[in-house]
């Protein structure tokens, strides 16, 4: 019987980090884990490094942000210290994705007939024959 009773000296790692929104009964977590996702603290942690870390040329990590944080986005006024991080992040791989595809789709379609004799000094097979990269001439 004793031991079915929560220690008072052993700390929560996991704090209740949900929230009840006035306009619904049921309980907000930080991220899509629910109660077994991270406490709030630890929340603002994780979203801030995801954002810093997608300007290192990682905007995948933006992505992963949104998604994993997405409960923050959605509810901006219950979290709004991990709202601001995700929102963000959603702004620079929606940039990111706006400028990576056109720049593909530039470069596919576009081709030689765009470039004129530019294109075979920008296309990279031509680059590493040229080097002498390739095993083959």
């Known amino acids: ?14 704090p209740s980090p949900r929230i009840l929104l006035p306009s619904s009964s049921s309980p907000v977590w930080p991220t899509i884990d629910g109660p077994l996702g991270l406490s709030e603290e630890d929340s ?3 979203a801030r490094r995801f954002y810093k870390f997608g300007f290192a040329l ?10 994993y944080f997405w409960p923050a986005l959605r509810h901006s006024r219950a979290f ?4 601001h991080y995700v929102v963000r992040s959603a702004v620079g791989f929606t940039l990111f994705t706006a400028l990576f595809s056109s720049w593909a ?3 596919g379609i576009g081709g030689e007939r765009l470039f004129g004799h530019v294109w075979d000094q920008l ?8 080097i002498g990269l390739t095993g083959w001439s």
């Open 58 to 67: 990682l905007p995948l990590l933006w992505a992963v942000n949104c998604f």
């Open 80 to 83: 709004p210290r991990i709202h």
């Open 44 to 46: 603002v942690s994780y």
């Open 123 to 130: 296309v990279m097979y031509n680059l590493a024959d040229k």
């Open 1 to 14: 019987m004793e031991a079915s009773r929560s220690n008072p000296e052993i700390p929560n790692p996991n």
């Open 105 to 107: 789709l530039t470069f």
